[in-house]
């Protein structure tokens, strides 16, 4: 079946610091994926939509400066978090649609990365 | 390997009949179970969760039942309202999350 992992699953940084998350789609091609933020017992948050060779979507109130997107490749995004502060501290998790026949199939999901800024 | 499946990609219920939206995983370490609700174009809704040392969890209209030994977990919806159509996503974790392919919800006035 299709699979998205994460890249790193944990990562613990200081504050001030940037962090990149890698979202792979590992054997299908992706040419839209998402980017969530997930809090304690709470919906999955949408920060952004991220296109193949083009900006990403943010959703109101997502500070694109911060939380910087790129979809270098029909297989992989990157979400960095800028200069970390611990507010920051979540899980975040993306998500990629695969094209099939022509069709857009189903959104599949990644393990999630869990962000702990000090 | 998809360590979360849904393996109904759709269902269809009548108005006022109970649905219900099942989800098998294979990691018997996962602690934590959740289901949400997703509609177009929106990221997925949180709806009901359900920890491992629990079998059953209530929520209105929504029921969440655990089966350990199967590792099986399912969502009832009773009584059914064409509001709830939607996709619904089961999740999994552990140290991570690892979410089902969705199953699509039609309920037919």
């Known amino acids: 079946g299709a699979v998205v992992s994460q890249h790193p699953s944990w990562v613990i940084c200081k504050s001030g610091t940037s962090v990149k998350i890698e979202c792979r789609s590992l054997d299908f091609q992706a040419t839209t994926m998402f980017w969530y933020r997930q809090f304690p017992k709470q919906s999955l948050m949408l920060m952004a939509t991220s296109n193949e060779g083009s900006k990403a979507t943010y959703e109101q109130g997502v500070e694109k400066d911060k939380f910087l997107i790129n979809h270098a490749s029909l297989t992989l995004s990157t979400l960095t978090v800028t200069s970390a502060h611990p507010e920051d501290s979540s899980f975040y998790i993306c998500?990629?649609?695969?094209?099939?026949?022509?069709?857009?199939?189903?959104?599949?999901f990644g393990p999630g990365t869990r962000l702990t800024v000090l | 390997d998809q360590q979360v499946k849904q393996n109904s990609p759709s269902l269809s219920v009548q108005e006022g009949r109970i649905s219900i939206l099942n989800c098998d995983y294979t990691?018997?370490?996962?602690?934590?179970f959740l289901w949400y609700k997703k509609y177009p174009a929106e990221g997925p809704t949180f709806l009901i969760s359900?920890?491992?040392?629990?079998d059953k969890n209530e929520d209105g209209r929504f029921t969440v039942f655990l089966n350990k030994s199967a590792k099986h977990l399912s969502l009832h919806i009773v009584p059914s309202q064409p509001g709830d159509s939607a996709v619904y996503f089961c999740?999994?974790?552990?140290?991570?999350?690892?979410f089902g392919t969705g199953t699509s919800l039609t309920v037919i006035p």
């Open positions: 359900i920890s491992s040392i629990k």
């Open positions: 999740a999994a974790s552990g140290n991570q999350f690892y």
């Open positions: 990691n018997s370490m996962f602690d934590y």
């Open positions: 998500s990629a649609m695969r094209q099939w026949g022509g069709r857009t199939d189903t959104q599949y």
